[in-house]
């Protein structure tokens, strides 16, 4: 009987196979095996082929979580009812536990639902409790290090990760967990050789796209975007291309090229039509093109796909920028609400809140949880830019200076980081640097923001010319002359206080 019991638990196991790729997990899953046939007469018989059956949901993601590619919400959703049945009648089955706890993450990433977050690390820690990790339960810490990234928990990610990597070094998805841990944190050494690392022992779509992320981080974006394009001609399922596709739309929109930006976004909504980060991505990018209309019509869709907070702030920018300040507010809050939700979930969701308090509510409160935040060792660019800016805005430029220079000097070519360095420095008297870095800002991308790109334009009219006078006044050492004519409403002769 016991015999016969090992057996069963031995077939209906599903072993873990791949965790997150940045904020979301990534499934794998290949190959499906089909058995041909024709029902009641045996194809062979006729010397026929049958068409394979369609697999379903559930058998899509069993072949998602046990060999490759991204599986759909559909499809992990069977994959979540499927395991939470097979496991009230198996509660001492450690790997069923870790797929149940990867697919909760790898859903939550996709739909919003914070909720899964604690659902999911109840499951992971329940396969922890069956197979503890000194005896060899990877899949779980494997998990755990997925579920961590995804809250945002980047030290707890590392933690997880580098256990994996010294108990077993080949399992390239805790070198796919390290990358995005290491990341987060800033260590951009560690990112690199991470990816090195995970490179050397895996070949496919997850090595490719967090090679390019790295590479996108370092400014290297003719390689970033050729091993995005790798990925996209690499994946396998109809979600994974989808997810391809949407990075490299990603690129080619920091690049400040909305139209081929969209090129890649609307392939990844013919494959997947409710995919979130595509409808956001596609949103900004008509935004650019002057298509309001269709892009709050998408920023609307993205937000029923996954009610983000970042997305609902996206969107009240983009009203407030033409003028309508009651939906603004509207989607100030409900951006407010939903991190807050998340929040109690485990979510870090300090630079989204952060975002909110330096622009649109109290720049002190953004300093103090950036500040936090520094402290506990996240110091990615991405934070060292909003805590720069929420100094700024609160009125200490002196102190802003210094992490809008980390943020902008480590290699990302970002139009928003430059934008925030330039009106720092422009606050400090720096006239030249402050007019170099305005123009950068503009020229890597134009319509960078519905809000803030127009500021710059206006802070770099009022700046003028550069003045005549050598080297001292280029580079911002004695403060320029008046520029003698400014456009209407510009104040150049007044050094700005903060301003968006």
């Given amino acids: 009987m016991k015999s016969r019991m090992k057996s069963r638990m031995k077939t209906e196991r599903v072993t873990l196979a791949v965790l997150l790729t940045g904020a979301g997990a990534v499934l794998a899953g290949a190959v499906l095996l089909y058995v041909p046939g024709v029902p009641g007469v045996p194809g062979a018989l006729r010397g026929e082929v049958a068409a394979p059956p369609a697999p379903g949901p559930l058998a899509r993601a069993r072949a998602a979580v046990s060999a490759g590619a ?63 990790a000194a005896r060899g339960n990877v899949d779980a810490q494997l998990g755990l290090a997925a579920l961590a990234n995804a809250r945002g928990d980047f030290a707890a990610a590392k933690r997880w990760g580098e256990a994996v990597r010294k108990q077993e070094p080949r399992r390239w998805q805790a070198h796919a967990a390290l990358v995005d841990a290491y990341s987060g944190l800033g260590d951009h050494a560690a990112a690199d050789k991470a990816v090195e690392r995970l490179r050397k022992v895996h070949s496919g779509v997850p090595a490719l796209s967090r090679a390019s992320q790295v590479y996108r981080d370092k400014g290297w974006r003719e390689d970033a975007a050729a091993l995005a394009a790798d990925a996209v001609a690499l994946a396998v399922t109809p979600a994974e291309r989808a997810a391809c596709l949407q990075r490299l739309g990603d690129l080619a929109w920091e690049r400040g090229e909305p139209e081929e930006a969209i090129a890649s976004y609307e392939p990844a909504l013919r494959l997947l039509p409710g995919h979130a980060p595509s409808l956001a991505g596609r949103a900004r990018a008509l935004a650019a093109l002057g298509r309001i209309d269709e892009a709050l019509r998408d920023y609307g869709a993205a937000m029923d796909a996954a009610p983000l907070p970042e997305y609902a702030l996206e969107a009240g920018e983009l009203y407030e920028a033409h003028g309508l300040d009651g939906d603004a507010r509207a989607q100030y809050r409900l951006s407010h609400e939903w991190a807050s939700e998340s929040l109690t979930h485990g979510v870090n969701a300090t630079p989204v809140l952060a975002r909110y308090e330096a622009d649109h509510g109290d ?22 830019d909003a805590l720069g800016w929420a100094l700024y805005r609160a009125g200490k430029p002196e102190e802003a200076l210094r992490y809008a220079k980390r943020a902008t000097e480590q290699g990302l070519r970002s139009a928003l980081f430059t934008y925030h360095r330039g009106q720092i420095e422009r606050a400090l008297g720096q006239y030249g640097p402050a007019r170099r870095s305005l123009t950068q800002a503009l020229r890597t991308h134009p319509a960078f923001s519905p809000l803030l790109a127009p500021k710059a334009r206006q802070a770099l009219a009022a700046l003028g010319e550069p003045p005549t006078g050598g080297p001292a006044d280029v580079h911002g050492s004695k403060p320029a002359p008046k520029p003698a004519r400014s456009p209407a409403g510009a104040s150049p002769s007044a050094t700005p206080g903060p301003s968006r």
């Fill in 70 to 132: 991204q599986a759909t919400v559909p499809e992990l959703t069977a994959l979540i009812g499927d395991r939470e049945k097979w496991l009230r009648a198996h509660p001492r089955d450690d790997a069923a536990w870790a797929v149940l706890g990867a697919a909760y993450v790898e859903r939550a990433a996709r739909n919003g639902d914070t909720a899964s977050y604690v659902r999911a690390e109840k499951a992971l820690k329940r396969s922890l409790t069956v197979l503890p």
């Fill in 363 to 384: 720049p002190a409160t953004a300093v103090r949880w950036l500040t936090a935040e520094w402290a506990r060792g996240h110091r990615s660019v991405q934070v060292a």
